[in-house]
């Protein structure tokens, strides 16, 4: 409900502000990214809440795949209307839109009653902060399970050590290659769809096998998508007569979608080694730490392009910064070790 109100205040000031300055804009997007953080940490803490009742093996996940699904769905759709839409419409009409799709999004949670969530419910006669210390220590005796505490450390740590380059390739794409942005938003499409297509494979093929050997695949995939982007950036593609449209839709947006895809193992992973009682603060304490991940991974990806001279009139350096993200993109592997499996016999023991 704040998530969806933050969001709907920041779009509905940027729509309706006659003459927006950089900095306010600035603020209001931040407030609008803030809004949407909340969001996420709450979804998936509710997923994690409502799966925990699944205990069998092949049903654990499940939940987490089918919301995966659908949020991908309505990604691609989302992304593929909003494509079209800015073929007719300015962009102050779209972001006036959104906002009152924000504002109905506001009023349908209010509506809903938490109850019909069919949410574990906490002891009443608890006060806040009584109830908020139970929950801490919970989260603090399941962070002290060493297969738990590892796994996370490794999970945040593959986000941490990359020096993300996403808007120094986005500004080299638009403004460089003068790329439409039809085509960035095609490659945002490209991406839902494959990650809907992902996520029905890992439902029905890969659920079942270790977590350590998927997230290792799709580390290894992301650093091979970033080699890619080494001839992309030096123009290999062009010569073999493959447009640079094209590369982007597709290679931009599986990138994307391999990012947003390797939290769905990680997170049954979690529900797996969970203990029961505190599923929903654990899955909120890793969205948490993804999100401060993803923001020290944004500041690395500019230090490295500045440290190396790239900037809006010299990109040649570009490919020398692309080859050391995919080597920091390798250096998780080295330590794949650390995702720790947990016996079924001590999940039944528990």
Not at 8 to 29: E, N
Not at 52 to 79: D, I
Not at 139 to 152: D, G, K, T
Not at 301 to 321: H, I, K, Q, Y
Request: charged share 15%.
């Amino acid at each position: 409900m704040v998530a969806a109100l933050l969001q709907a205040i920041s779009w509905l000031a940027i729509a309706l502000w006659p003459a927006i300055s950089l900095p306010v804009l600035t603020i209001f997007l931040l407030l609008s990214n803030f809004g949407a953080s909340i969001c996420e940490v709450a979804n998936d803490a509710i997923v994690a809440e409502a799966g925990k009742q699944v205990t069998s093996s092949s049903g654990s996940g499940q939940l987490q795949s089918f919301a995966w699904m659908f949020g991908s769905s309505a990604g691609a759709l989302g992304n593929l209307l909003g494509g079209v839409a800015l073929s007719y419409f300015s962009p102050k009409i779209m972001f006036l839109f959104f906002a009152i799709l924000l504002v109905i999004q506001f009023f349908t949670t209010v509506a809903i009653p938490e109850s019909s969530l069919r949410l574990p419910k906490a002891a009443t006669n608890l006060s806040a902060l009584t109830s908020i210390r139970k929950q801490v220590k919970e989260l603090s005796c399941a962070l002290c399970m060493p297969e738990m505490f590892w796994s996370i450390i490794w999970f945040t740590l593959s986000y941490t050590v990359i020096p993300f380059l996403l808007g120094t390739m986005f500004f080299y794409q638009t403004e460089v290659l003068r790329l439409d942005s039809s085509v960035i938003g095609l490659s945002k499409v490209f991406g839902q769809v494959a990650l809907l297509a992902w996520s029905m494979s890992y439902n029905k093929y890969f659920k079942t096998m270790s977590a350590r050997k998927v997230l290792s695949v799709l580390q290894f995939a992301l650093a091979l998508v970033m080699l890619s982007d080494v001839l992309f950036v030096q123009g290999i593609y062009r010569k073999i007569r493959i447009p640079d449209s094209i590369y982007t839709i597709i290679f931009s947006g599986l990138f994307e979608g391999l990012m947003f895809f390797k939290v769905l193992p990680f997170s049954v992973h979690i529900a797996k080694l969970c203990p029961a009682g505190c599923e929903g603060s654990a899955m909120a304490f890793v969205m948490s730490a993804l999100a401060l991940a993803t923001i020290v991974s944004g500041y690395l990806g500019v230090v490295l392009a500045a440290f190396m001279g790239v900037s809006g009139d010299d990109f040649s350096a570009l490919p020398a910064c692309l080859l050391i993200e995919a080597a920091c993109t390798m250096l998780p592997l080295c330590c794949s070790s650390l995702i720790k499996e947990r016996r079924e016999k001590e999940k039944k023991e528990e």
